[in-house]
């Protein structure tokens, strides 16, 4: 159904700073499910491919560096209208511009080390979610 899952990482940083289970309890608490989860890593070919669409963006190598930083945890999340109810949780890019209370207010350290990612549409989070697990992989 359309709107019903959403794809999101627990980043390096976060993962670094302990905060993969403070952030795991906002998601829960927020009424997202939990479709899939696992502690992966990203190579540098597998962060660039993610982070195509930035590609030509000057703080590109920089964030395949820190994304490849460390283990991350990789998310599908359900709800209703997941992917904008998911940003509305996570906050604006830059945490200085994010909203009190949400989890890049609360764990981000810099626009690059900002604890999370979220899909920005139902098409990305299928794309995102095919990225990390297969069908069989969501519960
Ligand atoms: P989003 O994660 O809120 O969707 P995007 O614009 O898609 O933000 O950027 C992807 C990621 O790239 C951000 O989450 C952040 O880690 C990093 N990023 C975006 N803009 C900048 C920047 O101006 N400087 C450094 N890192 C950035
Ligand atoms: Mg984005």
Do not use: C, W
Not at 26 to 54: P, Q
Not at 129 to 137: D, G, K, L, P, T
Request: hydrophobic share 45%.
């Amino acid at each position: 159904m359309a709107g019903e899952i959403t794809f999101s990482m627990i980043k390096p940083g976060a993962v670094r700073d302990r905060n993969a289970g403070a952030i795991l309890a906002m998601i829960e608490k927020a009424g997202f499910d939990i479709v899939s989860l696992k502690k992966t890593a990203l190579t540098k070919e597998r962060a660039e491919a993610f982070y195509a669409v930035h590609s030509e963006r000057p703080f590109f190598n920089d964030l395949v560096s820190y994304m490849t930083s460390g283990p991350i945890y990789a998310l599908v999340l359900k709800k209703e209208n997941a992917v904008t109810d998911f940003r509305t949780l996570i906050g604006a890019t830059n945490p200085a511009d994010a909203a009190e209370g949400t989890v890049r207010k609360l764990f981000a350290n810099s626009m690059e080390d900002n604890a999370v990612h979220g899909s920005d549409s139902d098409e990305n989070a299928q794309i995102e979610a095919s990225f990390f697990f297969a069908e069989v992989e969501r519960f």
